[in-house]
């Protein structure tokens, strides 16, 4: 009978996680050594620095998940280097435990106002040091993890559970962001008929409908373009820097791309579906001006027939 065993490397090995990275800074190589070879018994990946300047540099070319900054180095001190951390978004939330020989407290205590998440007295006892490493990991870890939930939070309310296009808080953001002489177009996109396709085909249906022209919207923008769903049947697509003429033809591609094409329902039953269209420009700070009037061409466009693109003041 064969040998069905397998041996240990014919097994799939789990990935394996890679160590926290801690960058030693200090201006002693001895200290360094010390401080490097009580981490790496203990688990760690350590790289050096012998001075605040050199610190930032490896900080920006790879960042550590933490730091022991020494307070009192030549070139750059560790209070200066934390200064310019701080300074610097991408080093700004890198933990830092300050080292120090110092008996007196002021130079800690302005390092804890500035951000420094703890200290050490030199010279350090080994478990000291790894529980003091340890501790600041697990609290960064924590952090992240807080704002990661708060992020997802933040996406889940802004997030339109049946299309999975932002709302109106997205596009709130979105506008928040930007400068407010910047010009934008706005387009109103309305379903026609809705409440009859509801009624005649069903709810479920008309769910349907509604994630078959989000879709159909997305195929027809550019990335450049925001486009939400404002509520019912009707979507809002945001142009950041389209003047009234490319909002129109941008219009007329929403409209035809959702008309042109019947909706199959089942293999014996298609849909008609159109949408009508409101159009209007102008500047990020006059947006709510901007969106009435879009909103104003939107009932000129259903008032002339729909299924057609009305712009405002045309």
Same mark, same amino acid.
């Given at each position: 009978?064969?040998?069905?065993?397998?041996?240990?490397?014919?097994?799939?090995?789990?990935?394996?996680?890679?160590?926290?990275?801690?960058?030693?800074? @200090? =201006?002693?190589?001895?200290?360094?050594?010390? *401080?490097?070879? %009580?981490?790496?018994?203990? /688990?760690? +990946? &350590?790289? !050096?620095?012998?001075?605040?300047?050199?610190?930032?540099?490896?900080?920006?070319?790879?960042?550590?998940?933490?730091?022991?900054?020494?307070?009192?180095?030549?070139?750059?001190?560790?209070?200066?280097?934390?200064?310019?951390?701080?300074? @610097? =978004?991408?080093?700004?939330?890198?933990?830092? *435990?300050?080292? %120090?020989?110092?008996?007196? /407290?002021? +130079? &800690?205590? !302005?390092?804890?106002?500035?951000?420094?998440?703890?200290?050490?007295?030199?010279?350090?006892?080994?478990?000291?040091?790894?529980?003091?490493?340890?501790?600041?990991?697990?609290?960064?870890?924590?952090?992240?993890?807080?704002?990661?939930?708060?992020?997802?939070?933040?996406?889940?309310?802004?997030?339109?559970?049946?299309?999975?296009?932002?709302?109106?808080?997205?596009? !709130?953001?979105?506008?928040?962001?930007?400068?407010?002489?910047?010009?934008?177009?706005?387009?109103?996109?309305?379903?026609?008929?809705?409440?009859?396709?509801?009624?005649?085909?069903?709810?479920?249906?008309?769910?349907?409908?509604?994630?078959?022209?989000?879709?159909?919207?997305?195929?027809?923008?550019?990335?450049?373009?925001?486009?939400?769903?404002?509520?019912?049947? !009707?979507?809002?697509?945001?142009?950041?820097?389209?003047?009234?003429?490319?909002?129109?033809?941008?219009?007329?591609?929403?409209?035809?791309?959702?008309?042109?094409?019947?909706?199959?329902?089942?293999?014996?039953?298609?849909?008609?579906?159109?949408?009508?269209?409101?159009?209007?420009?102008?500047?990020?700070?006059?947006?709510?001006?901007?969106?009435?009037?879009?909103?104003?061409?939107?009932?000129?466009?259903?008032?002339?027939?729909?299924?057609?693109?009305?712009?405002?003041?045309?």
């Amino acid at each position: 009978m064969a040998d069905t065993q397998h041996s240990g490397s014919d097994r799939r090995k789990p990935d394996r996680v890679a160590p926290p990275k801690v960058l030693v800074t @200090d =201006d002693s190589t001895a200290t360094r050594r010390i *401080l490097t070879r %009580t981490l790496v018994d203990a /688990g760690y +990946e &350590v790289s !050096e620095a012998a001075d605040g300047r050199e610190a930032i540099a490896v900080c920006r070319e790879e960042p550590p998940d933490l730091i022991l900054l020494d307070v009192d180095m030549p070139v750059m001190d560790g209070i200066s280097a934390l200064e310019e951390m701080k300074a @610097d =978004d991408r080093l700004r939330h890198l933990p830092v *435990l300050f080292l %120090t020989a110092r008996t007196s /407290g002021s +130079e &800690v205590a !302005e390092g804890l106002d500035l951000g420094a998440q703890d200290y050490l007295r030199k010279p350090c006892e080994p478990a000291e040091l790894v529980a003091r490493v340890a501790a600041a990991l697990r609290v960064k870890a924590q952090e992240a993890a807080l704002q990661r939930q708060a992020e997802e939070l933040d996406h889940l309310s802004s997030t339109d559970t049946l299309t999975g296009l932002g709302n109106r808080r997205r596009l !709130e953001a979105h506008l928040s962001k930007l400068p407010p002489d910047t010009t934008a177009s706005v387009l109103m996109v309305d379903v026609d008929h809705f409440k009859r396709i509801n009624d005649n085909e069903g709810h479920a249906v008309g769910d349907l409908v509604l994630r078959v022209v989000t879709g159909r919207l997305l195929s027809a923008v550019q990335d450049r373009h925001l486009v939400v769903r404002w509520g019912g049947e !009707e979507f809002v697509v945001l142009a950041v820097g389209a003047e009234a003429a490319e909002a129109a033809q941008l219009g007329e591609s929403l409209r035809a791309v959702v008309s042109d094409t019947p909706f199959a329902l089942n293999p014996f039953n298609t849909l008609v579906v159109t949408v009508s269209v409101g159009c209007a420009s102008g500047f990020v700070s006059d947006l709510e001006q901007v969106l009435h009037a879009a909103d104003e061409a939107l009932y000129d466009a259903k008032r002339a027939g729909r299924n057609r693109v009305a712009v405002a003041g045309h």
